[in-house]
Structures are given as C-alpha cells and as structure tokens.
C-alpha cells in the first residue's frame, strides 16, 4: 500500500486498520533512519500504545512483529511486559523468536526471567535457542545460571548456544584489568 493510497480520501479506512498501515510505514521509516531517541519520538507522534497492543493480536504475523519492534522502540515497562507475554504466549514461533531477539533492548530482571523460561519450555527448537542466545545478550550476572538449566535440552542447538551465551556472560563480567568484577561483588 502505497502512501497516496492512505492520504486518498476516496479509500476509507477502519482506525484499526489504518493504524497498522502508519505502522508499516513507520516501520519502514525507522529502518531507514538512525537514531534511536528520534525514532522514540516518532513512534510516539504517529501511533499509540493501544494500536501498538491491537496490532499484537493481528491475525498476520508479519503484522505483530512489526508491532514487537515498535514496543522495543517504545522501551517503557509496558512495552517490555508486552513482548514478554508474545514471547510466552503468541501462537507463531516466529513472532516467539522475534520477541525473544526484541526484548535483548530492555537489559533488565524482568526480560530476563521472560527468555529463560522460554529457553527453557518453549516447545519450538528456534525459539529456545533464540531465547538463550538472547540471555547471553543480555551479559547480566544471573544469567550464567539461568543458562546451565538449559545445558539438558534436547536439542545440540539449543545447548550449544546455552554454552556459549553463558562463556559470553562469564566474559561480560570481566572488567578492563581481567578481574572478575561479580566475585568481587560477592566477596563484599
């Protein structure tokens, strides 16, 4: 859909729809741009959290992946809770993977316990490597335990990628001297 298709006034639109068709093109806008605290503005002028949250249950999967990386943008407590629950609940595992890949921008507890149950339960191969892999990312000190637990499962994939995201989160730990930063935290 172009955009004088959207700006013609002889082609109505539901608001649902119309909003998802200002998501596709702010998508495509931000993929085109830098600058992350701009693309958080634009975000903010042209759709809002509610269309943001209707696009999440489209039927198109394509549709709610975009929706994932506007809330990624959006960054807010919210947002992070609405990637987690696709990334627990969405019924395609590549809107699973997606949000597991999203939620590496929040860097917090809370995006934290969301991948590690997906790595360790998700029923899809993709999704629990994608979510271990996101663990890794994520470089926090709880991580490394979090990843051990997925050192069992049945897929090589999945406990490869927990192998080396948890050497990576061991590595993270490490500062500019070669001291490990987080054995110093718990010897205080």
């Not at 943008?73 to 627990?88: K, N, Q």
């Not at 997606?98 to 590496?104: D, G, I, P, S």
């Not at 996101?134 to 499962?153: F, K, M, N």
């Amino acid at each position: 859909m172009t955009r004088s298709a959207i700006t013609n006034p002889n082609i109505e639109f539901d608001p649902p729809t119309l909003a998802l068709v200002r998501m596709s093109m702010l998508c495509q806008r931000i993929a085109e741009e830098s600058g992350v605290i701009a693309s958080r503005r634009r975000v903010r002028d042209l759709v809002t959290f509610k269309d943001i949250r209707t696009a999440l249950t489209h039927e198109d999967s394509g549709i709610r992946i975009k929706a994932l990386h506007l809330l990624s943008i959006w960054h807010t407590t919210d947002a992070r809770d609405a990637i987690a629950s696709a990334l627990l609940s969405d019924s395609c595992p590549i809107v699973r993977h997606e949000a597991a890949f999203f939620l590496t921008s929040f860097r917090d507890a809370a995006a934290m316990n969301s991948l590690a149950i997906a790595a360790r339960t998700d029923a899809e191969e993709l999704v629990r490597h994608e979510a271990a892999e996101a663990l890794g990312e994520l470089g926090l000190p709880d991580v490394g335990q979090l990843l051990g637990e997925t050192s069992t499962d049945a897929s090589a994939l999945v406990r490869t990628t927990a192998r080396i995201a948890a050497q990576n989160c061991a590595f993270a730990v490490l500062d500019d001297t070669g001291r490990d930063e987080s054995a110093d935290k718990r010897s205080k």
